[in-house]
C-alpha cells in the first residue's frame, strides 16, 4: 500500500494524558500537512511541513501541540495535557511539490479524551 | 484569503447528474478551485481541479464561468456509493496551508 498511513486510528486517553500520533506519507512526497476535523465541520489545518522544516502553523495550534517531521519522512503529532476539546480526527495529508494539484489524505486518528 | 460558500445538503435520485455549485467571490488571480469528496470516517479524497473553463475526469467535470466567482461539480449518472460530503476548495495550486481552507462542505445523499 503506497498511501498515506495514519497510526493509530483510534485513541481513547483521559484529560490530563499525553498522546503521540504518526504520519507516513508517500514515499516521494515532500510535503506533510496536519490537519483537524470534528463532527459535522471540514478539516481545520494544523501545520505543514516541507522536508524536515515546519513552514506554517495555524493559530489553532497551541503549546500544548507539537509536530515534527525528523530527516523528511514520517511525522509525529503530540498533544500534551489533553483536554475534552481536543477530541477530533486527525488528518495526515502529503503532497508533491510542484507535483500534480492533489493532497493525499490518510484515513485519520480519532482521539477521544475522556 | 477567498472563502467559498456551498449549499449544506443536497439529495438526488440514482442515475441522476447531481451539480454542486460553489461561489467564491473574492478569487485571487492565482487561485485554483479544487473539489474533495469525504466518506465518513475516511481522508478526503481529491475529485478535481481547474482555474477556469471546463476540467473534466473519470469521474466529474468541473464548470468555471469566466468570471471565476463561481464554479460548478458535475457527478454524472449518480450512484448510492456517491453519498458523501462535498468540499470547494480555493487556493494557491500545489499550496494547502494556512491560505486553503475546507468550508463545511456539501452532504450529499443518493436516494434508490
Known amino acids: 500500500d503506497t498511501g498515506v498511513s495514519q497510526n493509530p486510528r483510534h485513541k481513547i486517553t483521559k484529560r490530563g494524558q499525553n498522546v503521540t500520533f504518526r504520519c507516513d506519507p508517500i514515499s516521494e512526497h515532500n510535503r506533510l500537512y496536519w490537519y483537524r476535523q470534528t463532527l459535522g465541520q471540514g478539516p481545520e489545518f494544523l501545520t505543514y511541513?516541507?522536508?524536515?522544516?515546519?513552514?506554517?502553523k495555524s493559530r489553532l495550534l497551541s503549546d500544548r501541540f507539537s509536530a515534527e517531521r525528523p530527516k523528511g519522512s514520517f511525522s509525529t503529532l503530540e498533544i500534551q495535557r489533553t483536554e475534552q476539546g481536543d477530541s477530533a480526527m486527525y488528518l495526515c495529508?502529503?503532497?508533491?511539490?510542484?507535483?500534480?494539484?492533489?493532497?493525499?489524505f490518510g484515513q485519520g486518528t480519532r482521539l477521544t479524551v475522556v | 484569503l477567498a472563502k467559498t460558500t456551498q449549499p449544506i445538503s443536497m439529495d438526488s435520485y440514482e442515475g441522476q447528474e447531481v451539480n454542486i455549485t460553489c461561489s467564491h467571490n473574492n478569487i485571487a488571480t492565482n487561485d485554483y478551485i479544487t473539489w474533495y469528496q469525504q466518506f465518513p470516517s475516511q481522508g478526503p479524497r481529491f475529485i478535481i481541479q481547474g482555474y477556469k473553463t471546463k476540467v473534466t475526469n473519470e469521474v466529474a467535470s468541473l464548470f468555471i464561468p469566466a468570471d471565476r466567482k463561481s464554479s460548478t461539480l458535475s457527478l454524472p449518472r449518480v450512484s448510492l456509493s456517491d453519498t458523501a460530503v462535498y468540499y470547494c476548495?480555493?487556493?494557491?495550486?500545489?499550496?494547502?496551508?494556512?491560505?486553503?481552507?475546507f468550508g463545511p462542505g456539501t452532504r450529499l445523499s443518493v436516494l434508490p
Open positions: 511541513f516541507q522536508n524536515e522544516a515546519q513552514l506554517e
Open positions: 495529508a502529503s503532497s508533491f511539490q510542484g507535483g500534480g494539484p492533489e493532497a493525499f
Open positions: 476548495l480555493v487556493g494557491v495550486r500545489g499550496n494547502y496551508g494556512q491560505n486553503f481552507v
